[in-house]
């Protein structure tokens, strides 16, 4: 497989969604083909999946968020990652593997070893070659507090716990997952992600 595999991860409100689509500028601009897309949703049925997890007045577990989050993982890596990097494009993606681990391991406490075998299977064995974490304190969310949505809505002490996945996963694994400070200005994060993705497309 030729193209090249981003993730872009971070706490509800980080500046992922303002991020991921910079990058993909500029990765235009310098020439490459890119896909850029998100987690949850990405497909046709992950979208429909999306609107069920995110959904506020939903009633859910943390087995089946789990596992619709799986699901949705399932069919964008078969049908859009898988693809796109055998096209030799650049995946940029909102949200992937690390996710899970941090909001379904950290968050809701649920055994972090069993999430690793279960992502196993849902990625078929893709991985991000770069994974970059915007890092900010969680009283820092961009969150509009009038229209919140189900995991929005968990409260300030639960994405302290995923915040600190976040830096536990960047900790275990320095040279896949770059944990930068999301809290300047956009540009200023930009100019950093860039350099990051730069340094992975050089190599
Ligand atoms: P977002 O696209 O606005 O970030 O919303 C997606 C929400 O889903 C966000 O609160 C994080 C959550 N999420 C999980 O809990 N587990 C996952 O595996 C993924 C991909 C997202």
Not at 154 to 162: K, Q
Not at 195 to 200: A, H, T
């Amino acid at each position: 497989m030729s193209g090249a595999f981003i993730t872009l991860e971070g706490i509800d409100g980080s500046g992922k969604t303002t991020q991921a689509g910079l990058l993909a500028d500029w990765l235009r601009k310098e020439g490459h083909s890119v896909r850029l897309t998100r987690e949850p949703g990405g497909t046709h049925i992950g979208e429909t999946v999306r609107d069920l997890l995110l959904s506020p007045d939903r009633n859910m577990t943390p087995t089946a968020e789990l596992f619709l989050y799986l699901a949705d993982r399932s069919l964008h890596v078969a049908e859009v990652i898988r693809p796109a990097l055998e096209k030799g494009q650049v995946v940029v993606c909102e949200r992937h593997a690390d996710s899970t681990l941090a909001y379904q391991g950290h968050g809701r406490g649920l055994d972090c070893d069993l999430l690793r075998r279960l992502n196993a299977l849902a990625t078929d064995g893709i991985s991000p070659d770069l994974t970059i974490v915007l890092d900010i304190p969680p009283d820092h969310a961009r969150l509009d507090e009038n229209s919140l949505d189900r995991l929005e809505s968990e409260g300030r002490e639960f994405l302290a716990r995923v915040a600190e996945g976040f830096r536990k996963l960047a900790r275990e694994e320095p040279e896949r997952v770059k944990l930068i400070d999301g809290s300047p200005d956009a540009h200023i994060v930009n100019a950093q992600v860039t350099s990051l993705v730069r340094r992975l497309l050089q190599t």
